[in-house]
């Protein structure tokens, strides 16, 4: 099923979308340098991300999944599986898992947990929850497919 069209604002409607990552590259990925730029970054995350055998889903918010000609950035969360070990992250992937490492070498704001570390609420609501803007809006949000799904 393809994403939803936007809606007046620019953003997707409220909810969790989901799409294979070549979809999302090819929806948001192209017509304007700064585009194309973050998307770069975002292809190299992804990478990096699935490189470590831990990830078990990766979801992409901000800017980036909305109308907007000019992203800032690549807003993502990771939920890795429960046996992720931080401390077994090489030099190229551990920037993932420290968002301040994140911004300054791959130019992104990454989020990450593991179910066993989401208190209180089930992954799909944590995942949910990244729905709702600084001013308590919410819009819609895209989580990658699995390429086997």
Known sequence: MPLPAFEDRGDLPVGVHHATFAEIVARFGAGTPQRELVTRRLVHIYELAQRTGKLLRFVIFG????????????????????????????????????????????????????PSNILLETVDQFIAGWQIQRDQSRHGIVEVLSEET
């Open 63 to 114: 800017s980036y999944v909305t109308a907007k000609l000019e992203p800032n950035d690549v807003d993502v969360i990771l939920i890795m599986r429960d046996d992720f070990r931080l401390s077994e992250s090489d030099a190229d992937t551990s920037p993932l898992f420290h968002h301040l490492q994140a911004q300054e070498k791959l130019g992104a704001s990454v989020f990450w947990s593991s």
